[in-house]
Structure formats: structure tokens, C-alpha cells
């Protein structure tokens, strides 16, 4: 159990030691990523930035992953989505309505400047916690072709089975707590408060000014 998104931060922070000093890029999954992003990138002296996923909900309950997309288009579905009732008249248009999500909070988040490369960079994902695995993974897979040096997973919790699926995309998974039995990432955190648009814009803004 967790107190709140900082103590876990502060927690990963401790794993991730050995990047202090060697300017490593953390990209953070909004929303409830971006506090451990801020928290860690400052600690390690890096630069932080957004890596935009969204999930695909399935139909009737949008809290249920049937995959996700990146920012860049990639798309990863699950092997039940058929089974959930997804169709391929439903993936496309929840895609669609995710991609434009993801366009306006990029144009929200860091409206002065583009996305910060990885290439040839550590770069640490991190988000406060994973269930299905969807949006991490496909934050993953969305790194490959842009060349960083190396790529660190880094997360408080998660169901093993979900470790599993994204193990091979990154060169090192760091998990605070391989929950062997999960109700939900929320249930880990005494204080799991929803993370807003205003705070993340606001953990981003140092990110904005010049060196």
C-alpha cells in the first residue's frame, strides 16, 4: 500500500539511482503518471515529458481495456476484444475518438514545443500503476523506431500476467509490488486522488523553460 503517487515515486526513485546524472528523458502516461514523472526526472536530474496513450474502452464500460493507442497511430488490441463486443466498425471509431483526445491534450500539455526526442536517450516510462498492461504496452512498442539508448519500465504495481506481456519491450521492467492478487491499481494507494488536466499542464511547465 502506497500513501500517495509521491511516496511511490519517491519508492522508484531508489530502483532508478543509477541514472542520476546521465540526463534521462521520463516520459509519464497521463494523467496519473505525470506526478511520479515530475518527482522522478527532477530527482535523477533529467527532463520529463508526456508519452500519449489512451486506452480503447470496450462497449458500455469505457473503464474496460480492449487495447490501446500511441500518439503516433500505433494501435494494440487484446486478444478478447471480439469477445467484449468490439467489432471492427467499433475499434475504428474508438480509435478515432481516442486520437483526438490525444491531439488536444498534446495541444494543451505542451503547447510551446514538440514532443522531446528519445533518440539515442535512457528514457524511463512511468505511469501509477498498470492493470491490463494496454496503454503501457503500447507506449512501449511506440518507442521502438524512434532509437533511444535504452528503455526503463517503471511502475508501483501490477498483476504479474500483465509484466509479463510487456517484458520484452523494454530493456529493463522495474515493479514496485507484482501484485499477486488485484482489485484495481486505486486500491494500492491510500490517497488516489484523479490527477487533472490543470495539474499535469502545471507538473509539465518546468519542462517548458529554457536551461
Request: contains cysteine.
Amino acid at each position: 500500500m502506497f500513501q500517495d503517487r509521491i511516496q511511490a515515486a519517491k519508492l522508484l526513485t531508489q530502483s532508478l539511482i543509477q541514472y542520476q546524472g546521465k540526463r534521462p528523458l521520463v516520459l509519464a502516461i497521463p494523467r496519473g503518471g505525470v506526478p511520479l514523472g515530475r518527482y522522478i526526472a527532477d530527482a535523477l536530474g533529467g527532463e520529463l515529458d508526456v508519452v500519449m496513450v489512451r486506452k480503447l474502452g470496450s462497449p458500455g464500460d469505457a473503464e474496460l481495456a480492449i487495447g490501446a493507442v500511441s500518439e503516433g497511430g500505433e494501435v494494440f488490441i487484446t486478444t478478447n476484444a471480439t469477445r467484449l463486443g468490439a467489432d471492427e466498425e467499433y475499434i475504428e471509431a474508438e480509435v478515432g475518438s481516442q486520437m483526438s483526445l490525444i491531439h488536444r491534450r498534446r495541444a494543451q500539455y505542451t503547447p510551446i514545443r514538440p514532443p522531446i526526442s528519445p533518440k539515442g536517450r535512457i528514457v524511463i516510462v512511468v505511469d501509477d500503476g498498470l492493470a491490463t498492461g494496454a496503454t503501457m504496452l503500447t507506449a512501449l512498442r511506440s518507442l521502438q523506431n524512434l532509437r533511444p539508448e535504452r528503455v526503463i519500465c517503471a511502475i508501483p504495481v501490477a498483476p504479474a500476467n500483465s509484466l509479463d506481456a510487456i517484458r520484452e519491450y523494454c530493456d529493463e521492467l522495474i515493479c514496485l509490488n507484482e501484485a499477486q492478487y488485484f482489485s484495481g491499481v486505486g486500491s494500492f494507494y491510500q490517497d488516489f486522488s484523479q490527477v487533472d488536466d490543470a495539474e499535469v499542464i502545471a507538473l509539465l511547465r518546468g519542462s517548458d523553460q529554457p536551461p
